[in-house]
């Protein structure tokens, strides 16, 4: 059976925007809600003969593999990619027109051929085809389309917050999902960011998005071999060019070598529009850096306060800083009479969320001019979720997310135009605001958390 499918939509966007989120077809995935996962198979840049893997979404959670092919490339007007399944094909071809200066049409035909039809059933199947068209178009025009304002906290997210388990569902993939943008399709050339953890995770999956949109990012890892495989992974990518990517060696359990990677970036490197402290880690044994903090403290709080600190001179009014934090600071408040976990059993999982709770807390006290964003990604199967919490990553495979998935809110916070300015104090999630002290026994009052600050300026005042 063979059916097409035509849809014409128009946007605000000049067509070269149009043009440069439409060429890698992988950002299908960003806008279509009948694709579930689009991978870019040929590296490098996009070209006639580049080839995708799209999966698919079918009833009951399953998937079904595509591989597309890039059969013609007019910029910034036309393309066209043949898609292959098994017994169903499809030519999808994207004209684009501009209209004026800053708005484009664009006209999107699939001609599907659905061997494993047979034609008779067409007229039962037809609806429903193209009411899948009409989603993945009007899904395309939402993802070219910026708000204007950013999003407000929902009552009923506060309401969840506060019932703690149906916020914790919507950790998993399934919260991602649901979520009715998914879409960086604002370019960002010309802008540097600094991320920290670039090597593995939520920090390679937001480099690589980060590349694509058009950054320069200056990499700030630990190990210089694990910076340059994380490199040349951004350049497959992205098909971004070398010096686009700047790499800074520092072990953030250090807080010497944090002062010396900040002290390395503003001496040598350009202005930062964008710095995300995402390194982190969870450790099961409590042991001391060599300056005599506690592990988890250093790197999940300590350094990227100092590195935020140190760098802030090399930021500017319309900057952002974005900490990752982790929803298990839901958890766990901090305790000022022990910050550095010597008085109890040490618990990773506690020291980590404590860690994390602090680090909110003076995001949410800075009184630069320097927007802060304080995300958690929820729970996404990365490198060092196997590492460090074994047990829960194999209990919960199926329901956490991927680690793209995890790294939305982060890439989201750095591009989004209409966060511009934004500085009330929020834990993101999900591209949305949320509470953030939820259990009553978490919550630091001010004086506790002017006790913090005091311990921290105390703590950090030998690095600067
Ligand atoms: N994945 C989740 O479900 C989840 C949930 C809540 C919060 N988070 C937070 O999200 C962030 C990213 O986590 P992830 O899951 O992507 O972790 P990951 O897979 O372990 O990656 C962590 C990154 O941080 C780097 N890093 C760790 N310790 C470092 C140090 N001492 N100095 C310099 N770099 C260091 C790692 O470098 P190496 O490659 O050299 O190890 C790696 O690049 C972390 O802040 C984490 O706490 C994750």
């Known amino acids: 059976m063979k059916h097409t499918l035509h849809e014409k939509i128009v946007v605000n966007r000049p067509i070269e925007e149009c043009f440069a989120y439409l060429k890698d077809f992988s950002s299908i995935e960003q806008w279509d809600p009948g694709v579930y996962r689009a991978r870019k198979l040929t590296p490098y840049g996009v070209a006639v003969g580049t080839e995708y893997e799209i999966l698919l979404k079918l009833p009951a959670g399953k998937q079904v593999s595509m591989r597309y092919r890039q059969a013609v490339i007019n910029e910034p007007r036309e393309l066209i990619l043949h ?19 800053t708005r484009t049409e664009i006209d999107y035909r699939a001609e599907l051929d659905l061997r494993w039809l047979p034609a008779p059933l067409k007229p039962l199947i037809k609806p429903m085809l193209n009411r899948i068209g009409k989603k993945a178009i009007s899904g395309l025009k939402r993802a070219l389309t910026i708000p204007g304002t950013p999003s407000n906290r929902r009552l009923w997210h506060d309401i969840l917050d506060k019932l703690v388990v149906p916020a914790t569902l919507s950790f998993g993939k399934r919260g991602y999902l649901s979520l009715p943008r998914k ?44 910076l340059s495989n994380a490199a040349k992974q951004i350049q497959r990518f992205s098909a971004c060019s070398e010096n686009t990517l700047h790499l800074v060696e520092a072990d953030l359990a250090s807080l010497e070598a944090t002062a010396a990677a900040a002290q390395q970036i503003t001496t040598s490197l350009p202005p930062i529009d ?3 402290n995402n390194a982190g880690a969870l450790f099961a044994t409590r042991e001391e850096t ?27 009014d ?53 927007s802060y964003f304080t995300m958690h990604p929820g729970w996404a199967a990365t490198p060092g979720v196997a590492k460090s919490l074994p047990a829960f990553n194999k209990r919960l495979q199926h329901f956490m997310r991927d680690s793209r998935m995890g790294a939305d809110t982060m890439i989201w916070l750095a591009t989004a135009p209409e966060l ?31 006790q913090l600050k005091n311990w921290t300026t105390a703590a950090l005042a030998q690095f600067q």
């Open 183 to 226: 879409s960086h399709s604002s370019r960002m050339d010309g802008k540097i960011v600094a991320i920290t953890g670039p090597t593995a995770g939520l920090g390679l999956d937001t480099a690589c998005e980060l590349a694509r949109l058009g950054a320069t990012l200056i990499l700030i890892g630990r190990s210089k071999q694990k």
């Open 274 to 276: 964008v710095l995300i």
């Open 83 to 101: 898609g292959e399944g098994d017994n169903f094909s499809a030519i999808d071809t994207l004209n684009l027109q501009a209209i004026s200066p």
């Open 290 to 316: 060599n300056e005599g903090f506690e592990r988890a403290l250093a790197v999940n709080f300590l350094a990227p306060v100092l590195l935020s600190k140190l760098l802030s001179p090399h930021l500017n």
């Open 420 to 450: 511009q300015a934004y500085k009330e104090p929020q834990l993101w999630f999900d591209r949305h605001p949320h509470t953030f002290d939820v259990l009553p026994n978490t919550k630091s009052n001010p004086n506790e958390i002017q």
């Open 318 to 370: 319309n900057s952002r800083v974005i900490n990752v934090v982790s929803g298990g600071l839901y958890f766990q408040g901090i305790k000022l009479d022990d910050l550095q976990f010597r008085s109890e059993p040490y618990d990773g999982s506690k020291a980590y969320a404590r860690a994390k709770r602090a680090l909110l807390y003076m995001s949410n006290e800075s009184t630069t001019k320097t």
